[in-house]
Nanobody, 122 residues
Framework: VQLQASGGGLVQAGGSLRLSCAAS????????MGWFRQAPGKERDFVAA????????YFADSVKGRFTISRDNAKNTVYLQMNSLKPEDTAVYYC????????????????WGQGTLVTVSS
């Protein structure tokens, strides 16, 4: 599976962005998809995950209530809708694919995209 994240950019605090992650390969619909983020000088942290069918989702506490994750298996694409953005959301965002159900650790994901930068100004 190859993953291509897009949609990052510069936004003011309180604004919104939607990230997309396009996947190639026939295994997309059988994979849990996740988003992680890495701020400068920090570890890559879990943000959100969505199950194969989209019926289950899981979020980090820091984004719960502000971010939503969805997927379109017909388009091999997963989305991260980010609302009420804060300066602390500034990071490179990565999408990833896993064979497990809603994993939250980096080592539980098998494939990674290249990342897209989100900058939230105050």
């Amino acid at each position: 599976v190859q993953l291509q994240a897009s949609g990052g950019g510069l936004v003011q605090a309180g604004g919104s962005l939607r990230l997309s992650c396009a996947a190639s390969g026939r295994t997309f619909s059988s994979a849990t998809m996740g988003w992680f983020r890495q701020a400068p000088g920090k570890e890559r942290d879990f943000v959100a995950a969505i199950s194969r069918t989209g019926g289950s989702t899981y979020f980090a506490d820091s984004v719960k209530g502000r971010f939503t994750i969805s997927r379109d298996n017909a388009k091999n694409t997963v989305y991260l809708q980010m609302n009420s953005l804060k300066p602390e959301d500034t990071a490179v965002y990565y999408c990833a694919a896993s064979r497990l159900l809603l994993p939250t650790r980096r080592d539980e994901y098998d494939y990674w995209g290249q990342g897209t930068l989100v900058t939230v100004s105050s």
